[in-house]
């Protein structure tokens, strides 16, 4: 693929033309935090060599950045010598890579988010109550095949509302719906309108699989997308929620919409007739990326970005018990 021409001229008009609106949330969520901060309080804790189980988060520079620090991706657990000690992703894991850790005597430390934890015990709970699961998802994403892995008999993935005609279930019994926390929220509810059209008897979750920083996120977008001649979106390519975000751009009214991975990607051939411009990144971005981003924009001649904020984001989550401080008594906080 050709590099883009970092050098060509900006495009011509005056700054008084221009605007560049950054979304707000936008960047790390609490799960992805705490993921990140896990491999690094355990590289500090335990010392190198610490194995993760796939990309910690999908985003290629925080995976650089800690592989600089230390930190060794694997795709599957025979490639971490026994008795190593593997950090689980974000995105979870199914009982059956926790049970080869165990065979294999890996000590583990999970990172999976608790949002995505919570989705695991609803498939168990419902497979445990008898009911076919429709799992609504992308197929071969590291959370779906975990989820799938909690209850493989009774789940049946659904990747979009045209997959729903081709389920092969009886339409006459309960069903329980399940979802991805990373996909577009408006999709979603298309698929599970569709699947309650098909099944009445239709089971929901007791509260929206979704994540808050997904729809916080894809809400934010909204706002400024329509005023927005391109939007573009920081994020890697296999981030399920920041491919989310440049289709939401779209059916939100953007003229264009660009996912970036950073700066270097930005090519102002793009930036042609582009006054006004919209920035956002997904839930995995560390924050100096969308910088770099803005710091080219204003390179090009484009004016100091202003924030449109929707809502504050407070959420945190607590790490994984191994690497919480103790309290005086000994036991962890």
Not at 110 to 139: M, Y
Request: hydrophobic content about 40%.
């Amino acid at each position: 693929m050709t590099e883009p021409d970092l050098r060509a001229p900006a495009p011509p008009a005056t700054d008084t033309d221009r605007r560049v609106v950054v979304a707000a949330p936008r960047g790390y969520c609490a799960g992805v935090d705490r993921a990140v901060v896990t491999v690094e309080k355990a590289l500090e804790q335990f010392g190198r060599p610490v194995y993760v189980r796939k990309q910690i988060v999908h985003n290629k520079h925080v995976v650089q950045t800690l592989e600089a620090k230390g930190a060794i991706f694997v795709d599957e657990l025979d490639e971490v010598p026994s008795g190593e000690l593997v950090i689980f992703s974000a995105h979870g894991v199914s009982p059956q890579v926790r049970a080869e850790a165990q065979a294999r005597g890996l000590r583990t430390i999970d990172a999976t988010c608790p949002l995505v934890t919570k989705v695991h015990h609803e498939a168990k709970r419902f497979a445990g109550q008898g009911l076919p699961i429709l799992l609504i998802g992308h197929g071969g994403h590291e959370e779906v095949e975990g989820t799938t892995g909690e209850a493989p008999d009774s789940i049946v993935l659904v990747e979009t509302p045209d997959d729903v005609d081709d389920v092969e279930l009886p339409t006459g019994q309960p069903v329980a719906w399940l979802s991805q926390t990373t996909l577009s929220v408006d999709e979603t509810a298309q698929t599970v309108g569709r699947l309650r059209d098909r099944f009445p008897q239709l089971v929901d979750p007791p509260s929206d699989d979704i994540c808050y920083a997904t729809q916080n996120r894809q809400d934010a977008v909204k706002q400024i997308a329509a005023h927005c001649d391109l939007m573009i979106v920081v994020g890697s390519r296999n981030s399920s929620n920041s491919v989310r975000l440049v289709e939401v751009a779209l059916e939100a009214g953007a003229k264009a919409a660009r996912r970036v991975d950073d700066a270097s990607e930005l090519d102002p051939a793009w930036l042609t007739e582009a006054r006004n411009i919209g920035v956002t990144s997904g839930a995995s971005v560390p924050e100096r990326l969308v910088q770099g981003v803005l710091d080219r924009l204003v390179e090009l001649g484009y004016p100091v970005a202003e924030e449109e904020r929707l809502v504050d984001e407070s959420l945190s989550f607590s790490l994984p018990p191994q690497l919480r401080p103790h309290d005086q008594r000994g036991r962890r906080r």
